[in-house]
């Protein structure tokens, strides 16, 4: 909470690149903590104490809001955003209030609902709440646009997919570290994506470092990549750069 008090708490952004045409298509929206060093205390240390403390609604809105404020710069500005990607966690969707917390944040930001993608763990939706299906439901029913991010790591995704009202797979970077033109990792990463294109979704790989895994992709016809090949998580003025390079490209 002093962290908060003290707005120590950041936003960076990591752009997410069509694979065929080399543009940036989004970029997601990631929470980082800075110490007065210069170092950063990981999400996965603080993100669960967030959580357990009761401070992740109130962490979650104050991403949410910088997310979309700073979307709807970069649109003014033409740079030609089709969305900006927030992740939301397991807490935020079984909070009541978290689909009205969203639609006041698009109108106060002006960000159209469309224009908002929301990611969700697959561990998240798959715990089956019922609580958490009802606000995925509403959120799609403003018009939001939905994600599974680390697909691949659940239990049982494969059998949610039919039901959950997503329109995109982000696949783990798990599946791409090994990623070749053989092998299980291939075989596994392109199940996945025929999959996903077959239920008509967007399909994301995660993790790219190499030009020879986005080789890969390309072969597979994957929609779209995410990872250090393109860029690491950077703040809003680097990424506003990195924007205009990619525009004028």
Not at 50 to 71: D, I, K, N, P
Not at 196 to 212: C, H, K, M, S
């Amino acid at each position: 909470h002093e962290a908060l008090d003290r707005e120590e708490l950041t936003v960076a952004y990591q752009p997410i690149i069509d694979v065929a045409s080399g543009k940036v298509v989004s970029l997601e929206a990631l929470l980082r903590w800075q110490q007065a060093d210069g170092s950063f205390i990981s999400p996965l240390e603080f993100i669960p104490v967030a959580e357990e403390s009761g401070l992740m609604l109130r962490t979650g809105e104050y991403v949410l809001e910088r997310a979309c404020r700073q979307f709807a710069e970069w649109q003014r500005d033409g740079l030609g955003l089709r969305h900006i990607c927030v992740n939301a966690s397991t807490v935020q969707l079984m909070s009541s209030s978290f689909a009205g917390t969203v639609q006041r944040v698009l109108a106060e930001s002006g960000v159209q609902a469309a224009e908002l993608e929301i990611e969700i763990s697959e561990r998240g939706v798959l715990s089956g709440d019922s609580e958490v299906l009802l606000q995925l439901r509403q959120l799609k029913g403003i018009g939001i646009n939905l994600s599974i991010d680390d697909f691949g790591t659940g239990d049982s995704a494969i059998a949610y997919l039919k039901d959950l009202p997503v329109d995109a797979l982000k696949i783990d970077r798990s599946y791409i570290a090994g990623l070749g033109k053989e092998g299980k990792d291939f075989a596994l990463a392109s199940a996945m994506i025929a999959l996903g294109q077959r239920l008509d979704l967007t399909v994301v790989a995660e993790g790219i470092e190499t030009a020879e895994q986005l080789d890969v992709l390309r072969e597979l016809a994957c929609d779209c990549y995410q990872g250090f090949f393109a860029a690491r998580p950077m703040d809003a003025d680097a990424a506003t750069g990195f924007l205009q390079k990619n525009r004028r490209s």
